[in-house]
């Protein structure tokens, strides 16, 4: 019973839970729910929610925001397409890539000047970034849409790691750029986990004026993490024209919210401090889900934004409630026990 | 003499036009009327396109027809825009509005001070000479339907996307299709809701998919918004179903092009903003000469040879299919 209870007041736990009962209501509803075909599905639809949601994990854990990386990521990803057809030049993929992630933590800088380097609240600074980096992109780089791309990228997004046949005989496939998403997940569960940087993050998330009296150049680390967040949506941006196979620079932006709440969902928190690659993966598998399955259930296009409502709540309250109410219990309990 | 003067130097203005123009003040339908058509935004592929037509129109009729936009699709600029117009005091003013509610009172100001208003994609519009539409709604998404059922050969089910469930043309043309199959293609099922894309071609990819897994026999797919039918396309083609799923909707060949190219969609539709430009100008230029607009007349201009006049607002039948024979026709 104990066991139990702790499971549910992790956040991973709450939300694993909730992804299970989902799943199991769904396979029930439909059962064409429960194949492997729909695990690929959803490995590929969340491809590019899950890069960006590394990370704002990692700027929810150091106590910051960022709603901005979504405009950082469609800037990145214009912006490379349109130096590549300038430059005419035949590129690997993976410089493509680079470039995308170049741009991306230049964005970044600009973020971390402002929030680390003028210490301005993280929030205004990127919701009005998100504002300028997305103008900057329409008025400087264009509007129109790039759909000739290159030949490596239109190669690049045909090549499938694992194809398969659904319960109805149609190909399910997991492209090339999910390796993308593996690539950033093992870096940053390495620089969160095992280097001091990592620390670092976690602590001032925990709390600035400590971290800052253990000697911790709070400046210094906070650039480095929205650099490092850019960088990520650019790769994200970059991701998601191998998946469209055409760059439209008013892509992305507006899914901001969706990955914030898959990061919550995951058990990082906006006060700071939490938040692990696991759990993070986690929730934007539980808003994939949520997001692509309704359909699957019946459930009606206007109801799917309210069930979709529900479920962010529930499952960014619910540990928090549950949270409270064990801490409620032990207090009651000290008393006694002491007397 | 004191008045014509006065009109003179409103219109024209230059000295050396006064000797002709004593003879023009006299008949108003041969002066050189000033046009001026203001778009939400320059400098994007659609409204180029309309500039073209609006260039059109002044070199065919020697009126100083021109277009100007914003840098970004505000409103507001619009409006700053509009006062400058009337400062200017142009015969015509033509308006594509980002915003018809907030573009009403500058407008209510030019009628007032003499100025013809003709809107465009703005059938609301109270303060208007008249409202230029490329077509009815309702007849375009019958006519997309019909498009769609002869590719399906009229049975089968089938889906449709809709940009945003609260954008009220694409309400407007689903609504009207799927009434029109109801009526007159029995066999074919809707098999869900109007799908939303959010205007995103990737949240189109991804319903596409979940709708092809849970109704495996889909036949047909109708977009409305530019992006829906990329993404439809996307989906089938990846799920191997070529051919097998039609798919039809709007779209610009600048968007749809590579998957046209393939036959992946098979028709897109849209109207020629060249085309609506020059229509907007004809009917500018028919009210500042004080002539009347009726019901079934011919504007000359492709799609507009039978309009349909409903109070102010007149609509067109100029919808331009595109297939992958004659997608080569349009640059934008």
Known sequence: MNALARIFASPQGIVFFVAVLFALVLGLINPAFFTPATLIDLARNGLVTGIFALGVMMVLASG?????????????????????????????????????????????LINGVLIGGLGLNTLIVTLGTLSFFRGALLTFLGTTYITSVPREVINFSRTILIRIENAVGQMVSLPASFLVLVAVTIVLAIIMNFTVFGRKVYAIGGSEEAAQRIGIRIKRVKVMIYVIAGAIAGLAGMTHVTLSRMANPFDLVGMELNVIA????????????????????????????????????????????FVIGCLIIVGTGLPIVIDRLARHRQRMKRPLEAG | MALNLRKLTAGVALGAALIVGAGAVTHAQDAKHSIVTVVKLSGIAWFNRMEEGVKEYAAETGHDATQVGPASAD?????QMIEDLIAKKVDAITVVPNSPEALEPVLGKALDAGIKVVGHEASSLQNVTYDVEAFDNAAYGRHLMEALAQAMGGEGEYAVFVGHLTAKTHNEWVDA???????????????????????????????????????????????????????????????????????VGTSLVSVAGPYLETGAIDMISFWDPAKAGIAMNKVASMAIEGKEITDGMDLGV?????????????????????????????DF
């Not at chain 1, 990061?263 to 986690?282: F, S």
């Open chain 2, 177 to 247: 299709a799927i009434a029109y199959q109801k009526e007159k293609y029995p066999n074919m099922t809707l098999v869900t809701d109007k799908l939303e894309s959010n205007e995103q071609q990737q949240t189109a990819y991804q319903k596409t998919k979940e709708l092809l897994r849970t109704y495996p026999n889909l036949k047909g797919i109708q977009g409305s918004a530019g992006e829906d039918v990329v993404g439809a396309a996307l989906a089938v083609e990846e799920a191997g179903l070529d051919g097998k799923v039609k798919i």
């Open chain 1, 262 to 305: 898959a990061v919550v969902l995951g058990g990082a928190r906006i006060t700071g401090g939490h938040g692990t690659v696991l759990g993070t993966l986690l929730g934007v598998f539980v808003i994939t889900m949520i997001n692509t399955t309704l359909l699957m259930a019946g459930v009606p296009s206007y109801w799917q934004k």
């Open chain 2, 75 to 79: 409103a507001a600029l619009q409006v």
């Open chain 2, 302 to 330: 492709e799609g507009y040879n039978a309009i349909k006049l409903d109070g102010k607002v007149l609509y067109g039948q100029a919808w331009v299919d595109v297939t992958t024979d004659n997608m080569n026709d349009y």
């Open chain 1, 64 to 108: 910051g925001i960022d709603v901005s990386h979504t405009a950082i990521g469609a800037f990145a990803m214009y912006a490379t397409m349109k130096i590549v057809l300038g430059i005419d030049l035949d590129l690997p993929i993976i410089a493509y890539f680079v470039i995308a992630a170049v741009i991306g933590a230049g964005l970044g």
